[in-house]
């Protein structure tokens, strides 16, 4: 969807290598970000006001304009990240924790501010995402999924969508 695969920014001086974080799990919609871009903009969402975990997930719904919702088990491990990078600090609002980003996080976001930039400005228009192949194939599998479920009282849905998918397997393959 998003094109973050190879993109020069600095790294957190004790943090290494990205880790291996992605959303999109359980039918939630393809990968939209490499291993370390989203603790990135999640950085940046707490940067523009403190929040909940929850209330990421939905602001990054949004501003993807529907087309990437995270799971929780992307976020709340991104956000132990943060707080053990020393990037942000939490503090107990109810049973929720509210994450507020610190001194050091402004700084780390400040270094990194075109690569911050350049990911907001590509979640700003997903309207290029419906022509990504991670998105067609998604869409692809959801309509073969929804069109088979009644398989058993109609063989012949089931017959149609298995030649559709042979013909376009075989287009696929003959492309040069």
Do not use: C, W
């Amino acid at each position: 969807m998003f094109k973050f695969l190879h993109h020069q920014h600095r790294h957190h001086a004790s943090h290494g290598e990205h880790h291996g974080l992605r959303g999109g799990g359980r039918g939630r919609g393809p990968k939209m970000f490499d291993a370390g871009a989203m603790r990135y903009i999640v950085l940046q969402l707490i940067a523009e006001k403190p929040r909940h975990g929850y209330e990421i997930i939905k602001e990054l719904e949004q501003r993807s304009g529907g087309a990437y919702t995270p799971s929780p088990g992307a976020i709340y491990p991104l956000l132990s990240m943060l707080l053990d990078m020393g990037h942000v600090v939490a503090s107990a609002d109810g049973n929720k924790k509210l994450h507020t980003i610190t001194p050091e996080g402004e700084a780390f976001l400040a270094e990194n501010r075109q690569f911050v930039d350049a990911i907001q400005k590509r979640m700003g228009d997903p309207a290029d995402a419906r022509d990504d192949l991670r998105t067609l194939m998604h869409e692809l599998k959801h309509a073969v999924i929804s069109q088979a479920q009644d398989f058993q009282s109609n063989p012949q849905r089931l017959d149609a969508i298995r030649a559709v998918l042979r013909r376009a397997t075989a287009e696929i393959q003959g492309l040069e």
